[in-house]
């Protein structure tokens, strides 16, 4: 539903440059005429400026070119920004979601725990790579450089049996909870691209 929303919008706003390029050549027009002072015989004579068939020409060009090249590209590029907010919002909530569950089924030191853990592990070190690759994230960018060492002590807390249970629920929580904020700044770093 999202998506259709978004698609919607896009096409007015491509109906909404078109219509300001159109409206920007029509004043540039009338501008070009008062400062050039042509004036209006009684006698009707067909004359062709020249001047003027250049401005047409050319308001028509950069209408055409405003909304067929530039709006793509702007519209590509927020359809990018909005898949990549996208992917991050929904790794955030499946990985809080796991987690969530694992604690509450008390699924410590389980086949169960480690698969899911190391899922989520190679999912985010997917989307630091994929960060990376459009140049949203540095190669030695600190949120990204965090991630993964929280997950492997997220992993560690699951799998290690020497702390009493609500320690490492506690523990688990506290990386969770830092895990979300470097995601939510992610999120925020794509936003300003």
Known sequence: MISF???????????????????????LTIL?????????SNQI?????????????VNIFLAIYITSTLGK???SEKNEKQYLINYLQEFRMEFSKSL??????DDFDSDTAIIKIKYLRQKSALIIKLL??????????????????????IWTFFT??????????????????????????????VNRK
């Open 100 to 105: 969530q569950t694992l604690i509450d089924n």
């Open 5 to 27: 929303n978004i698609l919607m919008m896009l096409k007015k706003l491509n109906k909404i440059i078109f219509i300001a390029g159109g409206l920007s050549g029509f004043f």
């Open 160 to 189: 290690n049996e020497e702390n009493h249970k609500a320690e490492r629920i506690q523990k688990i929580n506290s990386l969770r909870n830092e895990i979300e904020e470097i995601i939510f700044e992610i999120i925020f770093k």
């Open 73 to 75: 590209k702007i519209d």
């Open 132 to 153: 990376r690759s459009n140049k949203i994230l540095h190669e030695n960018d600190s949120d990204a450089m965090h991630i993964r060492p929280k997950m492997s002590l």
């Open 32 to 40: 070009f005429k008062k400062i050039f002072n042509i004036k209006i």
């Open 45 to 57: 004579n067909l004359e062709l400026n020249p001047f003027d068939i250049i401005v047409l020409i």
